[in-house]
């Protein structure tokens, strides 16, 4: 079965920390993408991938950085957690081909406190 | 830019119901639209999608069509079962062929009472 896999389902962080949250997939996918998920928000992207080494900012990026050193793995990392940062993580992969449409991650739950 | 409305919810129905979800767009081009649902504790799935006016995805007994003339694709279900309670997220895709994210409208949240 082709997975999304993030490796931490619950983490609990302390204002100031940095922070790695790691993200896996097993299906040769060209695109991967952060999002965050908030109660009234929705899915909000963070930043995303088309390629090793290739990053883009999405809608929020602020606070956050990528990285991507090898196909398979896509890394978001809060340089210095922060309150407003405690929120639900989202990691998705594609095709090139968006229309084949995202396989998520079941996300990682991040608390900052 | 692009944006998709979706009403949030909750929304409560007996089990057995007609089920509608409506959902709306706003785009340049000619976008693909998919629903995603995402039960409790759990990421998203993809439960359907169309990639051209006109078109039906279909799964699970649920259905949406594409239609342009009214940017829509409503999500339908004949009969919701208890385990169709989950959040469901209307998207859209650009036709610019770029790797930018989808764009989701902000979930709604179902609930199927027994």
């Known amino acids: 079965d082709v997975k999304v896999t993030q490796s931490s389902r619950y983490l609990v962080k302390r204002t100031g920390e940095k922070v790695f949250l790691e993200c896996v997939q097993d299906?040769?996918?060209?695109?991967m993408f952060w999002y965050r998920q908030d109660p009234g928000l929705g899915l909000r992207l963070i930043y995303f991938s088309y390629d090793v080494k290739m990053k883009e900012k999405g809608d929020i990026p602020e606070g956050y950085s990528v990285s991507r050193e090898k196909k398979e793995r896509f890394s978001l990392i809060l340089e210095s957690a922060s309150t407003n940062q405690t929120s639900m993580y989202l990691c998705a992969s594609s095709l090139l081909n968006k229309d084949y449409g995202y396989t998520f991650g079941s996300g990682t739950r991040l608390t900052v406190v | 830019g692009d944006s998709v409305t979706q009403m949030e919810g909750p929304v409560t129905l007996s089990e057995e119901a007609f089920l509608t979800i409506n959902c709306t767009y706003t785009?340049?081009?000619?976008?693909?639209l998919f629903w995603y649902v995402q039960y409790p504790g759990e990421g998203l799935q993809l439960l359907l999608k169309?990639?051209?006016?006109?078109d039906k995805g279909s799964n699970k007994g649920f259905e949406a069509t594409y239609r342009k003339e009214t940017t829509s694709f409503h999500l339908e279900k004949g009969s919701v079962q208890v385990s169709d309670s989950a959040v469901y997220f209307c998207a859209l895709s650009d036709s610019g062929g770029g790797a930018d994210g989808l764009t989701f409208g902000k979930g709604t949240h179902l609930i199927i009472q027994p």
């Open positions: 785009a340049t081009g000619y976008p693909s």
């Open positions: 299906m040769d996918h060209e695109n």
């Open positions: 169309a990639t051209k006016a006109d």
